[in-house]
């Protein structure tokens, strides 16, 4: 079962932006916060962005604040992630999953989207 699907990863070059999607399933999407993480080469997978349930409250890693956004469209099932100002240390693989769920023993991770960041 499928339950992420990330999209709108790209190449572009330091300033430019991206705008990423990730569909989630509906009771993951209804039932949980939902955040974005990346993982840069030869790195380990990080939070970088969160939205709760309802929209209320976002929060974000220090090294993206004031560039990325994170957003959700309940209607859809869909966290969304602004890039702006990108830094060739963005470059990584993005996905979304929902915090509490990346804590359990095995979590399950989508395919994810690659952002490359170079001039």
């Known amino acids: 079962q499928v339950l992420f699907v990330e999209s709108g990863g790209g190449s572009v070059q330091p300033g430019g932006s991206l705008r990423l999607s990730c569909e989630a399933s509906r009771s993951i999407f209804s039932t949980y916060a939902m955040a974005w993480y990346r993982q840069g080469p030869g790195k380990q997978r990080e939070l970088v962005a969160g939205?709760?349930?309802?929209?209320?409250?976002?929060s974000y890693d220090y090294s993206v604040k004031g560039r990325f956004t994170i957003s959700k469209d309940n209607a859809k099932n869909t966290v969304y992630l602004q890039m702006n100002s990108l830094k060739p240390e963005d470059t990584g693989v993005y996905y979304c999953?929902?915090?509490?769920?990346?804590?359990?023993?095995?979590?399950?991770w989508g395919q994810g989207t690659q952002v490359t960041v170079s001039s």
């Open positions: 999953n929902a915090p509490v769920l990346v804590e359990t023993a095995q979590p399950y």
């Open positions: 939205i709760t349930r309802s929209g209320g409250s976002t």
